[in-house]
Antibody, heavy 113, light 112 residues
């Protein structure tokens, strides 16, 4: 059974940084591209970033380009999202997803002073 | 960016009846490989999204065959036959043809 477990969320002040992790199990992690999708409170789904199976290619939505970095450690079957210069509009539940097929339970990130 | 437009915003259905949700894309989602990259998800209350339909008409593993997807290059429909209480939640269509991947604003299904 595929399992994706996010961690690292919480309350952070504007302008600060936070790093999310997603521990994957139940499949060969190194064979799959991965992505982060977020959902602001009471809002819809918003794609954030994608990374290829080997980490060689990454893609970001414009609003996070230059601030967020998606990465992966295939030896640890773990996906990351480094978020810098956080803004209030980054407040959301962040989901780790195996190429939009399987989704984690989500982790809440609140950016507020 | 490809805009995904869903209708209606909400739908109320009697158990056992059918429901249809529409989704329109601002650009053709038909790839040159013949695959149409539209996906359907259900987000049950308090839960993460779950995949229902992939590549327009393919049922995801474990999803009841009461769910079906159809469409053309830009107009898509999710049909739920014999609606059950467990089908409540918000349904999203999404396009995975090109970056940035985008989703519709969602359709809330309620039970009468």
């Amino acid at each position: 059974e595929v399992q994706l477990v996010e961690s690292g969320g919480g309350l952070v002040q504007p302008g600060r940084s936070m790093k999310l992790s997603c521990a994957a199990s139940g499949f060969t992690f190194s064979n799959y591209g991965m992505a982060w999708v977020r959902q602001a409170p009471t809002k819809g789904l918003e794609w954030v970033a994608t990374i290829s199976y080997d980490g060689s290619s990454t893609y970001y939505r414009d609003s996070v380009k230059g601030r967020f970095t998606i990465s992966r450690d295939n030896a640890k079957s773990t996906l990351y999202l480094q978020m810098n210069s956080l803004r209030s509009e980054d407040t959301a539940t962040y989901y780790c997803t195996r190429l939009f097929w399987d989704w984690g339970q989500g982790v809440m990130v609140t950016v507020s002073s | 960016d490809i805009v995904m437009t869903q209708a209606p915003l909400s739908v109320s259905v009697t158990p056992g009846e059918s429901a249809s949700i529409s989704c329109r894309s601002s650009k053709s989602l038909l790839h040159s490989n013949g695959i149409t990259y539209v996906y359907w998800y259900l987000q049950k209350p308090g839960k993460s999204p779950q995949l229902l339909i992939y590549r327009m008409s393919n049922l995801a593993s474990g999803v009841p065959d009461r769910f079906s997807g159809s469409g053309s290059e830009t107009d898509f429909t999710l049909k739920i036959s014999r609606v059950e209480a467990e089908d409540v939640g918000i349904y999203y269509c999404g396009q995975l043809l090109e970056n940035p991947f985008t989703f519709g604003s969602g359709t809330k299904l309620e039970i009468k």
